[in-house]
């Protein structure tokens, strides 16, 4: 190829791409460079496990076995991160064994009140509703404001008159009742929230939802649901559906989903603050949740675990509490998992 030839070439794909972006388009998406296909890591809550019966773990695995099932299908099958993170979490909602969908924690008023987001790291559109009382699915509902409204978080009856103009049944209370968490409810009614059945006020957050997913397409997705904190008062929202606090995903950085005493992540902006020295200082996602788990969160005393993902498949999963339910799958489709430190 003479230096004519090599000029009319490189003039051509110059003008391909500007005409793909004065169209509008983008050029077309690439796997991450080192990709190690997909991925996806969820978990069930940070917190003490130590008095928690074993029937209560056992249900809880079961369950995170069917959940991690469910999204390692979608990804196998080529399906997005956002369709595997939504559909996992719903397993887990569904399952009552966690603080989400129907086995949510009660607030001090004796219904649950459920918080989710979910968000897409290709595009960074995010959907979130909070203090909703009678949506089975929150983490659904997330998704539907997130692509049938113009906005990102819908609380209350707003929320939940979106979800009747979308379709979406609203539950009855009788749908949320469960007799574990009545039980719990009404030690914590009868001593106002100081039950000395629960391990300590903090320590028993530990059954909030999370999700993160990298596709084969490279993207990442993240979500969580919850029914928020032990005695926590009517009205209050926690960080998870707070985009940057407790749920994030910018392919650009990381995929996070966090749990643990709420109020600390929305300070500290946890999930974003995680992502950003990902992106911008070309931290290792691990490193990064540890700087702020373990060191930041910590001096402050804020209690509570995240998981990650990169465009590279690198995973964190770190917490500062006793333990925190969590899991990972990738391509093999094989996984553990684990509720303390060591299993
Ligand atoms: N982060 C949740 C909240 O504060 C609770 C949890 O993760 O256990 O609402």
New binding site residues.
Partial sequence: MNRTHLHLLLSVVFLAVCGMVADGKQPPRTPSSGAQGFALVVHG???DYRKVPQDQIRAKRAAMTEAIKAGYNILAKSGTSLDAVEATIRVLENSGAF?AGRGAYYTRDGVPEL?SAIMDGGTLKAGAVAAVQHIANPISLARLVMEKTPHVLLVGEGAEEFAKSQGVPLQSPYYFFNPREWERYQKLKATNGKSDALVAPSTE????VGVVALDQAGNLAAGTS?G??TWKMPGRV???PLIGA?TYANNDGCAIS??????F?MRNVVAADICSRVRYLHVPIEQAANDVVMKELVAQKGE?GIIGLDRQGHVAMVFNTNGMMRGVVRADGKFVINVSQSQ
């Fill in positions: 809550g940070a917190g603080d918080d957050m530990r059954g909030t919850t928020g904190t926690g960080d998870s407790g966090a749990t643990g005493v709420g109020e992540f509570g």
